[in-house]
T-cell receptor, first 112, second 114 residues
Framework: QQQVKQSPQSLIVQKGGISIINCAYENTAFDYFPWYQQFPGKGPALLIAIRPDVSEKKEGRFTISFNKSAKQFSLHIMDSQPGDSATYFCAASSYNTDKLIFGTGTRLQVFP | DTEVTQTPKHLVMGMTNKKSLKCEQHMGHRAMYWYKQKAKKPPELMFVYSYEKLSINESVPSRFSPECPNSSLLNLHLHALQPEDSALYLC?????????????FGSGTQLSVL
């Protein structure tokens, strides 16, 4: 019940296209859903996060869509750029837990 | 300053060596973390310190020994490691230990155990 399932494992997108990464969770106590971006040789960095009181959050080209009833959330990257090539981890936690549960990761490659 | 600084960036050690990884942050964060990350895998939590006290040990083998000398520093002492311990070791910090706090990660130490 503590797992966060992430798909796809890898994604290849052409420059200018839309990248979509999906995550699903079981624990209904989760109330915080961040996405972390990790470049090779670097640690993960928070990209965008959402709480379940909203169904969508947008920051620039990055949008999180959240479906509470389906217990799913997804990251959409609009107008994908080669500089977006990285590994993306979804995650989930709750105010009352001490740790973040990470998804398995998606390696995104954006080709010019 | 929103950085978490880790040293060294790379480390090669033999199975009988003793070495230490260091982590520093000056954001006033009161929670600090050690994660282990294998290639193509998510970070795995090892230890959490909250207000300089160890609050979580995820059943990590005793050959890994964490230390938090003060609120800005975190060390990970390594002794008698195994080749399977080779990984990227990430330090992170957050304002508090609550699960919904933003984590700030360092760039990691790439450890190779021969």
């Amino acid at each position: 019940q503590q797992q966060v399932k992430q798909s796809p494992q890898s994604l290849i997108v052409q420059k200018g296209g839309i990248s979509i990464i999906n995550c699903a969770y079981e624990n209904t106590a989760f109330d915080y859903f961040p996405w972390y971006q990790q470049f090779p040789g670097k640690g993960p960095a928070l990209l965008i996060a959402i709480r379940p009181d909203v169904s969508e959050k947008k920051e620039g080209r990055f949008t999180i869509s959240f479906n509470k009833s389906a217990k799913q959330f997804s990251l959409h990257i609009m107008d994908s750029q080669p500089g977006d090539s990285a590994t993306y981890f979804c995650a989930a936690s709750s105010y009352n837990t001490d740790k973040l549960i990470f998804g398995t990761g998606t390696r995104l490659q954006v080709f010019p | 300053d929103t950085e978490v600084t880790q040293t060294p960036k790379h480390l090669v050690m033999g199975m009988t060596n003793k070495k230490s990884l260091k982590c520093e942050q000056h954001m006033g964060h009161r929670a600090m973390y050690w994660y282990k990350q294998k290639a193509k895998k998510p970070p795995e939590l090892m230890f959490v310190y909250s207000y300089e006290k160890l609050s979580i040990n995820e059943s990590v083998p005793s050959r890994f020994s964490p230390e938090c000398p003060n609120s800005s520093l975190l060390n990970l002492h390594l002794h008698a490691l195994q080749p399977e311990d080779s990984a990227l070791y990430l330090c992170a910090s957050s304002r508090g230990q609550r699960g919904n706090e933003k984590l700030f990660f360092g760039s990691g130490t790439q450890l190779s155990v021969l």
